[in-house]
């Protein structure tokens, strides 16, 4: 009988800065370490370990030991601006030559032969302004030779997974969609206290991410506060884009718009369960975590009906043409006034959101990994 082959989770997520991509590798993690613990035997008799660089930071080292049991083994050369990347492509397939190698994180190492690999979307393909040179060309010429070299890939949405096929990155016999879990919200202890720190009221704002790439079109909601029905609701935008980012992109900012910057996970869940609305733009998405989190935390969505956002936020959401500032601001602006409609919404979004949990994408992960021989 043969060596079983053990199973081995890319751990660079644990070395990236808090996106939404290497939340999704970590939520997958602690999940598939929750399935162990009550089903030791669901792998089959295969061992499970994470892979993770040398120069895991201590801010993430704290993290490692929420993974729920699975080992987390740190190695490999390489450091500089470009470690991670290097060290997924260079020291990783050495690392992990004897398993099944599973990555978690849109990349993989494409010299290993024995893989299966998480790509969250197109978006290189489909909105290449919203990255640079160097990144778009990288992921271009990396993506369709994971496609091929991978025994599975798995995707967040049916849409991703037809934008997949439709640029050449796997067929469509070889994608497995799994749909992201939300759920991680409700561990959160809200900080309730932090929307009145930003001299905001219950109720009197919108949140949404602070991002200026093209296709995340937050000029939409720029534009729906500079109208008069809006005057006195404010625009909350969190994340790592400032005022000045969004002036130099050419963009006009009026002064009802607050920028959080970055936040707690504790400031995020106070901020949303205080807000009328989380507002989502986005001209495409491969999946819309940020307003299906909100929805789960009793917030009304407002989305672009583009990309996966239909597909994930059903009729739970309402929504607006990405292209249109007036029906942004009318759909607001009911929110704020009509409080039975509100509650509806808010009801709504939370039995849609209750379905999208990290137990049953991990579950569907093991399945997909017990397959692989």
Request: hydrophobic share 45%.
């Amino acid at each position: 009988m043969g060596r079983v082959r053990p199973v081995i989770l890319n751990g660079k997520f644990l070395t990236m800065s808090a996106t939404g991509v290497s939340r999704v590798a970590e939520e997958l993690t602690r999940a598939i370490g929750d399935i162990l613990a009550n089903e030791p035997d669901i792998l089959r008799g295969r061992e499970i370990r994470v892979l993770a660089p040398d120069e895991a930071d201590a801010a993430r080292r704290e993290g490692v030991q929420a993974l729920n049991g699975i080992p987390v083994y740190r190695g490999g050369w390489f450091s500089g601006k470009f470690r991670n990347l290097i060290w997924e492509q260079c020291s990783l397939p050495f690392m992990a030559r004897r398993g099944l190698l599973v990555n978690l994180c849109n990349s993989g190492p494409i010299w290993h032969s024995h893989s299966i690999s998480l790509i969250h979307d197109a978006q290189v393909y489909l909105t290449p302004q919203s990255y640079g040179r160097g990144f778009r060309q990288w992921y271009r010429f990396m993506l369709p030779i994971l496609g091929r070299r991978s025994a599975r890939i798995l995707t967040v949405s049916q849409y991703s997974k037809t934008q997949l096929v439709a640029h050449g990155v796997a067929s469509a016999d070889k994608i497995t969609v799994i749909h992201n879990g939300c759920d991680q919200v409700l561990r959160m202890a809200p900080d309730t206290d932090f929307p009145q720190r930003l001299g905001l009221t219950t109720g009197g704002y919108v949140v949404a991410l602070a991002n200026t790439q093209a296709h995340k079109n937050i000029q939409v909601l720029l534009r729906a506060f500079m109208r008069p029905e809006l005057q006195d609701m404010t625009l909350v935008l969190f994340g790592a884009d400032g005022r000045q980012d969004f002036e130099n992109k050419g963009l006009e900012v009026p002064d009802n718009v607050v920028f959080a910057g970055r936040v707690s996970d504790p400031e995020l869940a106070g901020l949303i369960q205080g807000a009328c609305a989380m507002a989502c733009p986005s001209l495409t998405e491969g999946f819309g975590l940020p307003p299906l989190e909100a929805m789960r935390l009793g917030c009304p969505a407002i989305i672009a009906p583009c990309g996966a956002l239909p597909e994930v936020c059903g009729e739970a959401a309402l929504w607006a043409d990405p292209h249109a500032p007036a029906q942004w601001a009318a759909h607001i602006r009911r929110l704020r006034d009509d409080q039975p409609f509100s509650l509806e919404m808010r009801s709504r979004g939370v039995v849609q959101a209750s379905d999208f949990t990290w137990a049953r994408a991990a579950r569907r992960l093991l399945d997909v990994v017990v397959s692989v021989p």
